[in-house]
């Protein structure tokens, strides 16, 4: 068995251990960085991993920084399991829906900005949709 840290290795947020056999690929937490616009500009970067490889996602508890970027893993391919306790199902309902819905309006927010100085407008991270 290998253990991969994939953030939350030079900070405290972004949790992602990938964790792979001789037959399996699997995820403990796969969350989001935070604090400032350096940090944050991490969710954007590629997994070190591909996506549709992963078989299964186990959460530890429902913190932004150690699930907030599911939605990202799925809409980049992730296709597998997400376990996690009932509580934290719950919780994730209600939580990256609205996360979702921040990243749009931030996005939508950046890109009137920058249509006003000539600049492409941004995508959000990860959508409603996403999220769902």
């Known amino acids: 068995m290998k253990i991969k840290f994939c953030g939350a290795s030079i900070g405290v947020t972004g949790s992602c251990h990938l964790i792979t056999t001789d037959k399996h690929k699997l995820l403990l937490d796969c969350g989001q960085f935070q604090g400032g616009k ?13 996506p549709a490889q992963i ?8 913190h932004i920084d150690h699930c907030g970027r599911l939605p990202l893993l799925v809409k980049r391919g992730f296709k597998g399991q997400i376990y996690c306790t009932d509580a934290t ?4 309902e209600v939580m990256l829906k609205d996360s979702a819905y921040i990243h749009e309006k931030d996005a939508q927010w950046q890109s009137k900005k920058n249509a006003r100085t000539g600049k492409p407008p941004v ?8 999220a769902e």
């Open 55 to 62: 078989e299964w996602v186990i959460l530890s508890h429902a």
């Open 38 to 50: 350096a940090v944050e500009k991490m969710n954007e970067e590629p997994f070190p991993f591909d």
């Open 123 to 130: 995508e959000p991270l990860y959508t409603i949709d996403d």
């Open 89 to 92: 199902a719950d919780l994730l």
